[in-house]
């Protein structure tokens, strides 16, 4: 069935370092992969997407890099500051005519000052 | 702010009761998504409508149902609650119904069994 693995669990780095989260999809068929960043007592926040006809995409510090033929997608975040720390979720869909998305169990992000 | 609104934050009753949780999506936005987030079960996607007809459907209990109303807000409805259904429910929208729409979620509402 659609599974999505994500790694690690938790994630500590200092402030000033990168950050990469990494996950595997196991439904070949899937074709969009958005990452979302979730603080305390608030909602899910879309911070990055990539469709699988790009292999990476950059916005600013988080750039978001697809292997299709492995199945994995990673997000990375430099120069991270202490405003990063939060859970991060990785997520995946088929195309389809739903918008589905199959989530990651989450990394929980600390960055230290 | 996400343009998401659900309500109510929080929400605690009794096993065996009824709830409803509310959601109004961000304007233009036609597809609503409920989601639930547990500890041990991360985010489960639980089902879908689109302009006012389900889209999908997931892993929701039978106890559990929602619609969507020609407004475009969307309730969901739990009932014969358990204690395992505690849990955060999170509601989210996006423009159309397909893969690539991106979705925006609300706060959530924090369901509590006692």
């Known amino acids: 069935g659609e599974n999505v693995e994500q790694h690690p669990s938790t994630l500590s780095v200092q402030e000033g370092d990168s950050a990469v989260i990494k996950c595997t999809y196991s439904d070949s068929a899937s074709n969009y992969f958005p990452w979302y960043k979730q603080e305390l007592g608030k909602g899910p926040q879309l911070i990055i997407d990539?469709?699988?006809?790009?292999g990476e995409k950059k916005d600013q510090r988080i750039a978001v890099t697809l292997n299709k033929t492995a199945k994995h997608f990673s997000l990375h975040i430099t120069e991270t500051q202490p405003e990063d720390s939060a859970v991060y979720f990785c997520a995946a869909s088929r195309p389809s005519n739903t918008g589905k998305l199959i989530f990651g169990q989450g990394t929980t992000l600390q960055v230290k000052p | 702010d996400s343009g998401v609104t659900q309500t109510p934050k929080h929400l605690i009753t009794a096993t065996g009761q009824r709830v409803t949780l509310r959601c109004s999506p961000r304007?233009?936005?036609?597809?609503v998504y409920w989601y639930q987030q547990s500890l041990d079960q991360g985010l489960q996607f639980l089902i879908q409508y689109y302009n006012g007809e389900e889209r999908a459907k997931g892993n929701i209990l039978e106890r559990f149902s929602a619609q969507q109303f020609p407004d475009l807000h969307s309730e969901l409805n739990l009932s014969s609650l358990e204690l395992g259904d505690s849990a955060l429910y999170f509601c989210?929208?996006?423009?159309?119904?397909?893969?690539?729409?991106?979705?925006?979620f609300g706060d959530g509402t924090r369901l509590s069994i006692l």
């Open positions: 304007s233009g936005d036609l597809s």
């Open positions: 989210a929208s996006s423009v159309g119904g397909t893969g690539y729409q991106p979705q925006h």
């Open positions: 990539i469709r699988s006809n790009v």
